[in-house]
C-alpha cells in the first residue's frame, strides 16, 4: 500500500471517530468520493490497524442506524421550507 493512501486511511478513520461524520461528510472534508472512503474503512484500515478498524465499523454501523431518522428530517426542512 502507497504511503499517501495510509496516511489518508489513518487520517479518515481518526476524523470519523472523533467527529462521528458519516461517510458522506468524510469524503467532503478528504476530496475523495463516498466510495472511496467506505473502502478504506471497511477493507484497507483492517490491515493497517484492526483495532481502529474496529472502533470505527461501530461509527459505520451507528450511522447507517440512523440514516432513515436524517433522512425523515431533511425532507421535513424541503418542505418546511418550500411552505414558508
Not at 468520493?33 to 483495532?51: A, G, P
Not at 472502533?55 to 459505520?60: R, Y
Not at 440512523?66 to 418546511?80: L, M, N, S, V
Amino acid at each position: 500500500m502507497k504511503d499517501y493512501m495510509r496516511r489518508r486511511i489513518l487520517e479518515t478513520a481518526k476524523y470519523m471517530l472523533e467527529t462521528k461524520a458519516t461517510v458522506r461528510k468524510a469524503a467532503k472534508v478528504f476530496g475523495v468520493s463516498k466510495s472511496t472512503v467506505h473502502k478504506d474503512m471497511t477493507e484497507r484500515l483492517k490491515r493497517i490497524n484492526s483495532q481502529l478498524a474496529e472502533e470505527v465499523k461501530k461509527v459505520l454501523e451507528f450511522n447507517k442506524a440512523e440514516r432513515h431518522i436524517r433522512g425523515g428530517r431533511a425532507t421535513k426542512r424541503k418542505y418546511q421550507n418550500t411552505l414558508t
